[in-house]
């Protein structure tokens, strides 16, 4: 307690602006337990890089804690780009705060003698990394905070490649950070440095998108699609990527196509909430639309809904989405022939059904920790390789490599091809999924997350893990429990027998489960949220399409009791 005062205290120098000194003076007199919160730590990176609430403090998202970790950055830059005109690129969302934070950390890297080119409004994160390859850029930086509430920003870090900072970088950085004082921040910008950047980028990247999503699909002309940004960014590219795919019969829900940080038609700007689309998908099912295509804030997460066997609309989950993706692209690459260099790519928390494709079309299957950043560091780390396309559950997927991070622009667009396309063959989205359930197994995915705020929250998280790891479960829904692997000590034993393996991944804080029937439970705290989650995965054989319903209605029956086994329903 003496040293979160003590903290606080410290930001009542001349360093400070008034407004600031007067919020902590109001804090350390009249609200401890909210000052408590505000500096018992410092803002951390994550698997998303820093994100968090708004406000003063060393635990808050504001120009200081910004400005610190833009210091460090531009130190390192400096360090080991000597004697190179050194430049980054700087993107930020619809959030509160995100121009003029944008604008400090543009400031603090010129003051640094960094060039920097700055967008003139706000833009997309598939956007920013595309630009810093597209620019030559040694960084790049968005200022967001993805689907989080709206008292929320961040700020993502990218590296020359494209994409998010990966070790031994991160560490570095991080490093480099945590050894300045606030004090140190070069807040004074030299203007001749800070360049504004508008359509010549925007017009590079919507093309590229094209290119990449567009595979002259039929039936483009019959097919009636529902647009929502959800007050974000993918208002800037994604109507007119659709445009110039040939989608004419486009609605846009107008409602939420003004960017707006207070999300007001939404509980959560997140797509991963089957709310956040309600009101697409009722606009949907008014006009008898195909499909119904929402984006995340910063637009790097996409939510799909199709008509299923019914006729109705429903949301396919991350896992659904990915996989289908995948296999349209796999198809469309074997077409033109495979030259045994390519490869795909998922999470370890994501549906196990992508290495049993990729088994399928003899292409290599690569799994990664959760956060797009290690699927781009496998780009990175195996240039002779040939990434076609890969995803994770969370409602993410990056199309070919000239993003290197999620990207729900050209997503977006190859998601309305394939549904096009199936359309126009007599089929449909959903009877597609289906028949991928045939062919590589009926695999059956369920999120729990669970929210934990706060100094007692982040212990009771830690609480639940360090219980899922010391009492192992033994068996579930009836199948023994064979292996469990361990990221934290990096070794997957099968408790059956004894044997061990090296798990050849970067440790992380993931614990899972794996029965003799595949069944696969996971747990991982958040890395950008006070969040613990739970990943249940679970499959059977799916002999032909008609009987999708019956295992579908099984499989469900199984997902549930294996909640109320773990206590987790």
Not at 37 to 45: G, I, L, P, S
Not at 169 to 187: C, P, R, T, V, Y
Not at 445 to 468: C, R
């Amino acid at each position: 307690m003496d040293n979160i005062l003590e903290t606080a205290k410290s930001w009542l120098t001349d360093f400070f602006d008034p407004a600031v000194k007067k919020e902590i003076e109001h804090l350390i007199a009249n609200d401890k337990e909210e000052l408590n919160d505000r500096f018992y730590k410092n803002m951390e990176f994550g698997t998303g890089g820093m994100r968090g609430v708004m406000g003063v403090g060393t635990n808050r998202i504001n120009k200081y804690t910004l400005g610190k970790s833009t210091q460090g950055l531009s130190n390192y830059l400096n360090e080991v780009y000597k004697n190179e005109e050194i430049k980054v690129v700087i993107a930020f969302d619809c959030r509160h705060n995100s121009d003029t934070l944008a604008r400090t950390v543009a400031e603090v890297f010129s003051a640094n003698n960094i060039k920097v080119y700055l967008f003139s409004d706000l833009r997309t994160t598939p956007e920013l990394s595309f630009a810093v390859r597209h620019l030559n850029c040694h960084a790049g930086i968005v200022l967001t905070a993805s689907h989080n509430p709206p008292e929320y920003n961040g700020y993502k870090v990218y590296w020359t490649d494209g994409g998010q900072i990966v070790p031994p970088q991160d560490g570095k950085i991080i490093a480099e950070i945590n050894s300045l004082n606030i004090e140190d921040i070069k807040f004074k910008a030299n203007e001749n440095l800070i360049q504004v950047i508008d359509k010549e980028v925007d017009e590079a990247f919507i093309a590229q998108s094209v290119d990449a999503g567009n595979f002259n699909a039929d039936g483009k002309d019959d097919f009636k699609i529902v647009f929502t940004s959800l007050h974000g960014t993918s208002i800037t590219a994604i109507p007119e990527v659709l445009k110039r795919g040939r989608y004419e019969n486009v609605t846009i829900i107008e409602e939420q196509a003004k960017p707006d940080g207070n999300f007001p038609t939404v509980k959560s700007p997140n797509p991963e909430e089957p709310e956040a689309l309600s009101m697409a998908v009722k606009k949907a099912e008014e006009i008898g639309a195909d499909m119904v295509v929402g984006t995340d804030p910063d637009s790097d997460r996409l939510g799909i809904a199709v008509r299923n066997l019914d006729g109705e609309m429903e949301i396919v989950n991350g896992n659904q989405a990915m996989v289908l993706m995948t296999k349209f692209l796999l198809e469309k690459r074997k077409e033109k022939g495979f030259k045994g260099n390519e490869f795909i790519a998922t999470t370890i928390v994501s549906t196990p059904m992508m290495e049993a494709m990729a088994k399928a079309y003899g292409v290599e299957f690569k799994t990664a920790l959760t956060g797009f950043k290690w699927i781009g560091k496998m780009i990175k780390d195996f240039p002779e390789s040939d990434f076609i396309g890969g995803g994770e559950e969370s409602f993410g997927y990056m199309v070919g490599d000239f993003v290197r991070d999620k990207d729900a622009v050209t997503s977006t667009l190859l998601a309305c091809e394939i549904a096009s396309q199936a359309k126009a063959n007599g089929s449909s989205f959903y009877k597609d999924l289906i028949q991928c359930y045939v062919d590589y197994g009926f695999y059956k995915e369920h999120l729990v997350s669970i929210t934990k705020k706060g100094i007692s929250g982040a212990e009771e998280i830690k609480q639940m893990l360090k219980d899922f790891k010391e009492n192992p479960v033994e068996s579930v829904a009836g199948s023994k429990v064979k292996w469990i692997e361990d990221y934290n000590t990096s070794i997957a034993k099968n408790v059956l027998t004894g044997e061990e393996k090296t798990i050849d991944i970067p440790k992380s804080n993931v614990l899972i489960y794996e029965t003799e029937d595949g069944t696969r439970i996971a747990a991982r705290p958040s890395g950008t949220e006070p969040k613990v989650k739970f990943y249940i995965s679970t499959n059977t054989k799916l002999e032909k399409t008609e009987d999708y319903k019956k295992v579908a209605a099984e499989l469900d029956n199984k997902v549930k009791s294996i909640l109320a086994e773990l206590n987790l329903a």
